[in-house]
């Protein structure tokens, strides 16, 4: 009734329950400035999105759709995180209890 516009009120009152809900996909995390801020701060080391990407990639975790992909099959290969960066991603993961 309502997205046919056959209710005149222009408040309405809508209630539900969060008990009933499915929450697993709002868990908390960290963000990719969390994880950067941590790393710098513990380890000194400036790390990228697309390094963060890459070692969750090999934890298993999620990671959102890539929008930059290259239009043409001869792109250049990225570059794959350093040992050392790929340890201080780990620690700040862990950290945020991500893994």
Do not use: W
């Amino acid at each position: 009734m309502l997205s046919k516009g056959e209710i005149d009120s222009k408040n309405i009152r809508v209630e539900f329950s969060l008990e009933d809900m499915d929450m697993s996909e709002f868990q908390d995390g960290a963000t990719y400035p969390q994880i950067k801020a941590y790393a710098l701060e513990h380890t000194g080391l400036k790390v990228s999105s697309l390094y963060i990407s890459q070692v969750k990639k090999k934890c298993g975790l999620e990671v959102g759709k890539n929008y930059n992909l290259p239009k043409s099959e001869d792109f250049r290969q990225a570059p794959t995180c350093p040992p050392e960066k790929e340890n201080a991603i780990r620690e700040a993961l862990q950290y945020f209890g991500v893994i």
